[in-house]
């Protein structure tokens, strides 16, 4: 009889006659939550085998896991290695060895430790390799720089902050890797015009090309000019070249769609000027450093399909600001954050020009009124992003303007603002909205926070940061309305209690939580945060004084995604620090000023805690761990961030 139902089960199996391709397809949909990819393969056999085969990109934690990992999921093409900051050349052997063709991307941009051998294994064995980020491997010098030259296939480069490297490795990469299209070599203060002169005259079929903060001068440029397909250049903080030496180009590059002249301090709107010549197909151009004049303006003119400026930083005049509205007819973005000399007049003559504005950044623009936000959202109807922190004149009146015309808006920054309840009642017909930052805007209060709760079903994250008025009734009407919620910072909001906590447990998809300096909130809260949260990424509780080890006991058990917490001026003892020191994805610790650690229960911690890349401690902590604890785990790349504040016991 057994058998007879064991057989009539797997008749009425109904996955089994569903292909492979379809049931790809059924995973495609499991990507947002990976909790769901798990509990699919643990269903049975078949679907164990059937996601390993489906899996595509893998982003693991420890090095020591590698051959399990990629023997499981054999046709990956992406191995993030981001969060593996020891990865030896040993590592990058058994990739090579086990991957081989099914691999063309890699990401190495914060591991350490490997060298010209792992980079050649891997550059011999993955024919397929077509990119690679190596940003940030600043031990690593041109013998790597050759290795990776063997990745004949590689179109994409990232070398960001490699100080070691020089125009002789860069020459070895020029020759041996021709196909480049994109290549970042920011901050790489060793190479100089000949090693960027030989990728321009080597790789022809160059896009992307960063050059940010490089000692070099206008010899380069022409070289750099001729690429055919050249898209994309970032020449900032490039202090070598000034507008004299752009003058002398005769002609710009045709293709170039976006420029970056971040911080050219010896680069004006002459400059300029030659360096877009003929470009008329430039989308975007920042031109931070410069003065946003009529000249510079009128140096734009012929840039008739311009869609994005970001003046970040710039000194600004008003006939400035009008002369852009005047010759550009198709801008979407506007960056106008912390331009000193934005006024009214200025900015409503410009936005009254372009109504087709999607994002717009005002940032600590502090001259602005209610005239210019009225003049903005009259205009700029279709905005999905708006940036207005710390815009300070701008009355509470001012900011019903946004919901009763800017109702497509998806990211909405109000930080430090004089906003009100009536605000946010109008801000809450903004049903689109996904990102709201309303932190140190004092005259909001659980009512309008209500409405944003009832009508904002889409938010995923929300900054509340010392918005003193909220307290449990906001959050809970939040909580209700999006069940969606990812992030919420709710520091400082002093009469939160565990009743939010609770309220926030129900939203499953909750990665970031922040509630430093709420003195009522207790363990029992953050408990009910770790068992229904199990994605929580991100951790703050510094001088949540009624939080202790009771808390840390739930986490361990149930918040194995943890990667960073901070857990300063808490109650949390030598107990709770190691029962946290047996999740494996945490990383990131701040324990400073804890009553109830001691040096021996620190030391345990520490060495338990085998994922550690970073601690922060207090300086008296120093003289007590022993040296070898040091040297063991330096070895293991964790790097200590000594404070040295007054200690203070929490009350």
């Not at 509990?39 to 390993?52: P, R």
């Not at 934690?61 to 992406?78: C, G």
């Not at 920054?413 to 932190?439: A, P, Q, V, Y």
């Not at 709770?576 to 701040?590: E, K, P």
């Amino acid at each position: 009889m057994k058998i007879q139902k064991t057989s009539q089960t797997n008749a009425n199996n109904f996955f089994d006659l569903l292909s492979e391709e379809i049931i790809f397809t059924i995973l495609d949909f499991t990507n947002t939550n990976p909790f769901d990819r798990k509990s699919f393969s643990l269903v049975c056999k078949s679907f164990y085998i059937t996601e390993s085969k489906h899996r595509k990109n893998l982003k693991p934690l420890r090095q020591e896991h590698l051959p399990k990992i990629l023997n499981r999921y054999p046709n990956v093409n992406h191995l993030d290695l981001s969060l593996c900051l020891r990865l030896n050349n040993s590592s990058l052997t058994v990739i090579s060895n086990i991957c081989k063709d099914s691999l063309n991307s890699i990401d190495l941009s914060r591991s350490r430790s490997f060298s010209y051998n792992g980079l050649m294994s891997l550059a011999l064995n993955c024919k397929n390799l077509v990119s690679i980020d190596l940003s940030n491997a600043t031990e690593l010098r041109d013998a790597a720089a050759a290795a990776v030259a063997e990745a004949k296939n590689l179109e994409r480069l990232w070398l960001v902050r490699c100080k070691l490297i020089t125009d002789t490795g860069i020459g070895c990469i020029a020759v041996g890797c021709k196909k480049l299209r994109l290549i970042s070599l920011k901050w790489c203060i060793g190479v100089s015009d000949l090693g960027v002169g030989l990728i321009a005259v080597k790789c022809k079929e160059i896009r992307s090309l960063d050059l940010s903060y490089l000692p070099i001068t206008n010899k380069c440029l022409p070289s750099i000019l001729k690429l055919q397909y050249l898209e994309y250049i970032a020449l900032e903080g490039c202090f070598g070249i000034d507008d004299d030496s752009l003058a002398a180009l005769k002609h710009g590059c045709k293709s170039l769609k976006a420029l970056d002249m971040s911080s050219c301090q010896n680069i004006s709107h002459v400059g300029l000027s030659s360096l877009t010549s003929g470009a008329g197909g430039l989308q975007q151009t920042l031109a931070y450093g410069s003065p946003v004049t009529l000249a510079l303006a009128n140096s734009l003119r012929s840039l008739s399909i311009l869609q994005s400026v970001k003046l970040d930083g710039c000194p600004v005049t008003s006939a400035g600001l009008k002369a852009i509205g005047n010759w550009c007819i198709s801008l979407s973005e506007l960056s106008l954050s912390k331009c000193v000399g934005v006024t009214d007049e200025g900015l409503s003559s410009l936005v009254t020009k372009h109504k087709d504005l999607k994002k717009l950044d005002i940032t600590c623009c502090r001259k602005i009124t209610d005239v210019s936000i009225a003049y903005i959202t009259s205009s700029c109807t279709n905005l999905t992003s708006l940036r207005m922190e710390s815009c300070t004149l701008v009355p509470s009146e001012a900011f019903v303007f946004i919901g009763q015309q800017c109702q497509f808006l998806e990211e909405l920054d109000l930080t430090d603002n004089e906003i009100d309840d009536k605000g946010l009642k109008s801000i809450s017909k903004c049903s689109k909205l996904s990102s709201l930052r309303i932190g140190i805007c004092l005259n909001i209060s659980d009512k309008g926070l209500s409405h944003i709760g009832m009508k904002c079903s889409k938010l995923t994250e929300l900054d509340l940061y010392r918005s003193a008025g909220i307290t449990d009734l906001g959050i809970l009407a939040i909580c209700q309305g999006c069940s969606g919620l990812e992030m919420i910072n709710m520091s400082y909001c002093i009469d939160v209690t565990d009743s939010s906590l609770l309220a926030l447990s129900k939203c499953s998809r909750l990665n970031t939580f922040e509630s430093r300096g709420c003195p009522l909130i207790t363990s029992l809260g953050l408990a009910a945060i770790a068992k229904g949260c199990k994605q929580l990424i991100k951790l703050d509780i510094k001088k949540c004084h009624n939080i202790g080890d009771a808390a840390m006991l739930q986490l361990a058990h149930f918040s194995q995604n943890l990667r960073q917490i901070t857990l300063s001026y808490s109650s949390v003892t030598d107990v709770g620090l190691l029962a946290l020191a047996s999740i494996s994805c945490l990383q990131s610790m701040t324990v400073l000023h804890l009553k109830g650690l001691t040096p021996s229960g620190l030391s345990a911690a520490l060495l338990a805690c085998g994922g550690l890349t970073k601690v922060k401690l207090h300086v008296s902590f120093k003289s007590l761990l022993p040296q070898p604890l040091f040297e063991h785990l330096e070895a293991r790349c964790c790097v200590f961030d000594w404070r040295d504040k007054e200690f203070q016991v929490s009350p």
